[in-house]
């Protein structure tokens, strides 16, 4: 398998896992300095593999760190759990900042990859709105589930939940897009 194309999307579970786990077995300070220490180490691997650290992953290892740090303080694992949230309404005010720009991101980087954008502009504007909605309604989601579940239930939508409800996301945008697309073939 090529090394680009390794799952290494995979690494970003470790905090999760490590935080979930240590909480079941041992007390809310190790549960708390085992994830952040992993979130350390993901980083660290992530650079090891891929010979980058992308923005979004320095992004979660500083709202791991910071949560994490005041978790301790509080005594309380609820803010090292609010991460995803956090992450999700930053993605999102990063959207919401382009579209108050009239800028699309998914242009900016087709450009920027030196490639002519395959669909007209106005398409991935509505896109990235779409998605700024998704991000915004999961953070939302996420800190209920954060300060209402387990720990098992917040584990299962921080990571491979997110994944189900993403692609659920991404069928519903094609099929809405197919139609939206057809206002500009005529």
């Known amino acids: 398998?090529?090394?680009?194309?390794?799952?290494?999307?995979?690494?970003s579970f470790l905090p999760a896992l490590a935080y979930w786990w240590l909480e079941t077995?041992?007390?809310?300070?190790?549960?708390?300095?085992?994830?952040?220490v992993l979130g350390v180490i993901e980083m660290g691997l992530e650079k090891k593999f891929t010979?980058?650290?992308?923005?979004?992953?320095?992004?979660?290892?500083?709202?791991?760190?910071?949560?994490?740090?005041?978790?301790l303080i509080a005594k309380e694992g609820l803010f090292f759990k609010l991460q995803p949230a956090f992450t999700g309404l930053a993605l999102a005010?990063?959207?919401l900042f382009k579209k108050?720009?009239?800028?699309?991101?998914?242009?900016?980087?087709?450009?920027?990859?030196?490639?002519?954008?395959?669909?007209?502009?106005?398409?991935?504007?509505?896109?990235e709105w779409h998605m700024c909605l998704f991000l915004i309604g999961?953070?939302?989601?996420?800190?209920?589930i954060a300060i209402?579940?387990?720990?098992?239930?917040?584990?299962?939508?921080?990571?491979?939940?997110?994944?189900?409800a993403f692609g659920c996301f991404i069928v519903v945008e094609?099929?809405?897009i197919r139609l939206f697309a057809r206002r500009f073939k005529k």
């Open 148 to 164: 209402m579940q387990s720990t098992s239930v917040w584990l299962f939508w921080k990571t491979g939940g997110f994944y189900i």
């Open 138 to 144: 999961f953070a939302i989601f996420m800190a209920y």
């Open 25 to 36: 077995y041992f007390t809310l300070e190790i549960a708390l300095i085992g994830g952040v």
């Open 51 to 71: 010979h980058h650290v992308h923005t979004l992953s320095k992004l979660n290892l500083g709202l791991i760190v910071v949560l994490g740090g005041v978790s």
């Open 1 to 11: 398998m090529n090394q680009s194309s390794r799952p290494y999307f995979l690494l």
């Open 174 to 176: 094609m099929i809405y």
């Open 100 to 127: 108050i720009k009239n800028q699309s991101l998914m242009v900016e980087m087709l450009q920027d990859m030196k490639q002519k954008p395959p669909l007209p502009e106005e398409i991935y504007k509505v896109m």
């Open 93 to 95: 005010g990063f959207l």
